[in-house]
T-cell receptor
Framework: AQKITQTQPGMFVQEKEAVTLDCTYD???????LFWYKQPSSGEMIFLIY??????QNATEGRYSLNFQKARKSANLVISASQLGDSAMYFC??????????????FGTGTRLQVFP | ETGVTQTPRHLVMGMTNKKSLKCEQH?????MYWYKQSAKKPLELMFV???????ENNSVPSRFSPECPNSSHLFLHLHTLQPEDSALYLC?????????????FGEGSRLTVL
């Protein structure tokens, strides 16, 4: 069965510093997708970045980058130049094999990031 | 206009009440989802609809009843709930073609069962 593990319940980082949020996954599928979402206190899950299992280069989106190490089954999120607005819960997710034109994601338990001045 | 809108944002109900959660997506997507988010637990997928047809029901108790009348609207009908059903219920949508498979979420409906 597929599984996502986030071992850091909480992380602190100073403004303008970089921070890495850990994510490991387990799957027997060869084709899969990995996602990171941000959930501020408002509750909405905001899509940040995606990495496909066949992508050879690490994904980047602005200040977000995904450190994808396939052999280790890890997909860590790196946030550069942290901002106070980055304080939120962060979830790693993996897409199950597509069926019926749907994209079912399984999620980890999340990491609460707090950025301080 | 936001992509995925959920109403109500907050709901308090007794165990004998009947209420409904509503989700509307303005993105032209063809799949919609209900997730349950409880404290310190991963998001749990409850129901999946593709083109208005339910394609998955993850062993959800029958006191939760979904309805998808068209590709833009999704409801979750609630009746005789239990206190452990108190959680944030998140609706999401996705499109099949030309995407990585990311889900677009609403802000959720915070449900409290007394």
């Amino acid at each position: 069965a597929q599984k996502i593990t986030q071992t850091q319940p909480g992380m602190f980082v100073q403004e303008k510093e970089a921070v890495t949020l850990d994510c490991t996954y387990d799957t027997s599928d060869q084709s899969y997708g990995l996602f990171w979402y941000k959930q501020p206190s408002s509750g909405e899950m905001i899509f940040l970045i995606y990495q496909g299992s066949y992508d050879e280069q690490n994904a980047t989106e602005g200040r977000y980058s995904l450190n994808f190490q396939k052999a280790r089954k890890s997909a860590n999120l790196v946030i550069s130049a942290s901002q106070l607005g980055d304080s939120a819960m962060y979830f790693c997710a993996m897409r199950e094999p597509r069926s019926y034109n749907t994209d079912k994601l399984i999620f980890g338990t999340g990491t609460r990031l707090q950025v301080f001045p | 206009e936001t992509g995925v809108t959920q109403t109500p944002r907050h709901l308090v109900m007794g165990m004998t009440n009947k209420k409904s959660l509503k989700c509307e997506q303005h993105l032209g997507h063809n799949a919609m989802y209900w997730y349950k988010q409880s404290a310190k637990k991963p998001l749990e997928l409850m129901f999946v609809y593709s083109l208005e047809e339910r394609v998955e029901n993850n062993s959800v108790p029958s006191r939760f009843s979904p309805e998808c009348p068209n590709s833009s609207h999704l409801f979750l009908h609630l009746h005789t709930l239990q206190p452990e059903d108190s959680a944030l219920y998140l609706c999401a949508s996705s499109r099949r073609q030309g995407s990585a498979g990311e889900l677009f979420f609403g802000e959720g409906s915070r449900l409290t069962v007394l």
